[in-house]
Structure formats: C-alpha cells, structure tokens
C-alpha cells in the first residue's frame, strides 16, 4: 500500500446523505474555513471539496433523532440553529422514554426515561447513591430522582429560555429532524460554502497500489487524494479496495430489519423519543413539527415483513393518518477497518447499530471530527489509518454493549426474541461480569474508564441500570445521609427550571 507523501489538495465524498453532506461541510470549515468565513468562495481552496451524488438512488431518508452532542457539532459545522430548525421542520429532544421493555409492573407498562442530563449536586455521596441509600425507587423512577429534563418533559416544557442563546438551554437537548429536508437544507449549506457538487452515479471504482486512484462516473471520471465512501449500506468505494472488511453484531442485536410509518401527528409535539418494546423488536415514535415519524425495528428471522407492518400499523391504530409506508433492510456491524488506502467510510457505508439510542448521525460526528485531525498531517500513513480504525472500532464496540444493555436486563419472555433477549450480554466481553458487580455496587465512571466510551458514561449506564431494574443491593453505610435536603433541592431546581423555560408548542412557533 502506497504512503502519499504529497499534501492533501483534493477530497473526493460520494454520497448526498447526512454522512456525505455533514462530512463535507465540516472538513470544509477546518480546512477551508478563513476562505467561507470571510464569503469569499473566490480565493481557492486549501482542499478542494468535492462530493458527488447519483441522482438515481435515493438517501435512506430515516435518521430523525438525534443524541444532544450534535449541537456542537452543528455549531462547528457554522449552522445557524434558527434556520436549521426551521429548514428540518424540527423540534427539540431532551431523552428518550422506553415502555414496554420488562414486565408489566403493578400492572401498569414498564416505563423509564432516559434523559440527557444527569444531577451533580454532590453532599455527603453522589445523588444517584443517595436515591439508591434512600431507597427511592419504591416511590419514583430514578430519572425522576436525577434529572431536570424528567420534569420539563412532564410539564410540556422546551429545554430553552426566553435568554437562551442558539444551541444552549437549561438541560441539554438534540433534534428531532426530517431527514430528507436536512439532506437538502445540508447540500444547499455546502454548495455557498464552496462544496463542489456532482451529481453522477458512480459505475465503477479503479484501484492501483492499494489506493483508489480514479472513480468512473457516468458523467466522467473524478481523481482526489483522498476518498470518502458516504454511499451508505451499499459502501461500494471501500469495498473496491479490501474484501472481507465487516464484523456483523447480529449476534447481539439481532434486529436486520426495519418499517417505517409516516403519519400526521397524533397530538402536539413531545420533546423526547419514544422506543417501545413490540413482540419481535421495538418502535420508534419522532415527532417532529409537522409530522411523526414512527418505525418498527424487528428481527426478520422471526417475523416477515407483512407481519411487522401489520403489528405496528395496529400499535398506531386504526386512525393513524398514515402519509407513508417503507421496509428497511439492515446491515448491523462495523467495518473490521474503515480507512483502507486513501479510503474511509463514514456513516452507514462504515458501520451500523440499531437505532435505540439514536446515534447514526453522532457516529458521522465522531468519524468526520476524527479524519480532520487526522488528515491534518503532511502524509498518511498507516500509523495515522490503524489510529483512526482503532478509534472507531472502539466507538461500535462500545455503542454495541450500551445497546445490548437495554435488552439484556429484560423479564420478558412473551416470545422467542425476549428469551433470547435476556442472554446477550456473552457477545459483548466482560458485560456479564460487570452487571454481576453492578449487583453489588453502583454502576460509576471508573467502571467504564478505559474504554471509548465517550457518548455513554456511567450516567447513562445508570438511566437504563436502574431504568431496568438492575439496582445494587447497598447497605446504609454512609454517615450523615440527607435525603430529604438534597432531594428537597431537586425539586427546587426542576420548580424553577420550569418557570424559566417556554412551553414547547409556544418555542416551536418561533420557527414557523
Ligand atoms: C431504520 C433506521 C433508523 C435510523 N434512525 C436513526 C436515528 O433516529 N438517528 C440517527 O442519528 N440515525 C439513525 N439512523 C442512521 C441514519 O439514517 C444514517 O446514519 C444517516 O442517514 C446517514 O446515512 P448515509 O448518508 O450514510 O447513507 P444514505 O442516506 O443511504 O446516502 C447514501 C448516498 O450515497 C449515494 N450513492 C449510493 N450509491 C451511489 C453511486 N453508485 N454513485 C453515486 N452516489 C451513490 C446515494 O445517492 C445517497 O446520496 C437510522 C438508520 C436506519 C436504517
């Protein structure tokens, strides 16, 4: 395999849908930024940025939830928040509820929310000890207990104030988006940054010395120093230079298929997602301003499409508006490497986990903020591919064993999938020992320490922990508990984070 020695002057992304789009706009800041920043497209470009499209094969048009790290890196990418939530019909995400996904409890459905905002008001121990030494979770649910968003939600409440400046808020938020509209709003973005977009359909890719050195197109062929394969599932550009490149999780997460039901919103807007458990997998509920999205994520070994179709269609119910209908196949796993030669894949052509915790679009943050540090070099070389590979392969791993952790702690054992359900940890190393310990003692951030883990830490580990009803069993061992001050103090900040905040519906009209 060839190591360039020549600066980087050209990148060549095929594909036009958020990985393509979020790729190009943000290696185009880093790279190119003083040129965009001071509107003057004219000046060359450091890197030429060029992305090309096939008009002919559409973008996978889901995606529509995001985890709240994106308004970071929608801000790095130079967004204005106003315009994107205007131009994606979106609203805002503070967590995701999960019902469904145990046993009826007391006979009401199991239900736990997972917000993105974890208490630290620390005394005597930390706050998730104190609600576990306090044994609150005969009275309430530990998001409850914990977090600020857990009481905006129920109170209607958007994550802003009427001081809030973009991309800030009380308790930190993500995005609930149209997909289709984000891709266009996205290429529009790039293009007045200096994005040269192609569209053309890529026919054939040519490799010399371990290198992609051309792609046949049928409007031409397009050279660059450094390709990056955003074709999606199909990941025909990194497939050109290395066989056998895909580690599959089904073993773990069995869920290869999924059906997606747009309709008419069935009620105002909620600012969290929604993931219920279903007989053979679970649905999605995303509402967005205009619309919901909504989809049925399902093991297609155990059920055929027209069986999970007809399943969600009747969770919907009979008068669900539905605006539209499609079935989804999946490729669950992670390339063994995604930089291969001059070649790295970003967003679905690299890797794919199901979409519980809604981090497709925060992987695509993760690869494209990884390359830009390391393309930032005057060569590539191997070191710089096997340190990216490495990185990423540890962000799947990790995202893998957080997603098993919502299935494995289930009772459920309604069905095949469930009891199979209940035994997933084995596929990931060390998560049965860990949840064994997790018996004894709380879940805390040395626990995880050492791993990649950089998007879920012990504060998630312990929404879905105790969420699931996986609660250490601890004796009182601490000396000078103070509950009911501390807990007092809880339910001062949510009284006041709620009077500060605006309604959702009303922040919403901001963007109409
Ligand atoms: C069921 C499901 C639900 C999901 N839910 C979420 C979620 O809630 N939150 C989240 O963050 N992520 C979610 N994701 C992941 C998310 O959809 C993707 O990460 C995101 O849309 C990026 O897709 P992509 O750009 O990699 O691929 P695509 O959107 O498939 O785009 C591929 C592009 O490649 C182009 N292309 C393909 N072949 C060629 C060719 N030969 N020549 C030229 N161009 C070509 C196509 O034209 C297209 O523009 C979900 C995924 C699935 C499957």
Redesign the pocket.
Known sequence: MQQSKTPLRSICI???????WMTAIYLNRVFNGDRVANGSSEVAPNIEIRL????????????????HSIRFFFAAMGLDEAELMRETNATFKTGIMFRNWRKPVNGQTHQYFHPFDHLKLGMDMDISSSWLQDARYTLERFDQGVSLSSHLIAAGRSPKTPQSEAYQGVVPYGYHLD?VKM?RFLRRKAIEAGVIHQV????DVVVAAGNISEIV?DQGNFTADIFID?????G?LLDALKADNWQSFTDALPCNK?V?IQRELPAPPKPY?TATALSHGWV?E?DLADRQGT?Y?YDGEKLSKEQAEQELRSYLGSDAAVLKCTH?D?KVGCRKEFWVGNCIA????GG?I??LE???????NLGARLLSTHLAGEQQSQAVRDSYNRLMNGFYTDLKQFIVLHYCLTDRDDSEFWRAAAEKAQYCEGLPAQLACWQHKVCEYMDLAGTFSTTFTDENYRFVLYGMGHYPQLQRRFTTPQYESLFAKVQQQAKHAELSTIPLATYLQRYR
């Not at 095929?14 to 393509?20: A, I, L, P, Y």
């Not at 955003?230 to 199909?234: A, D």
């Open positions: 095929v594909g036009g849908g958020s990985s393509g090309v499209e096939s008009e002919d094969i559409a973008i996978i048009g889901v995606g529509e939830a995001t985890v997909a891709a053309a359909t890529v026919k197109t955003s074709t999606g599932f199909r025909l999924a997606a997602t999605w995303i989809g994520v989804l999946m970003v967003g679905l052509a794919f199901e979409p809604s981090t497709g679009l925060h992987l695509i």
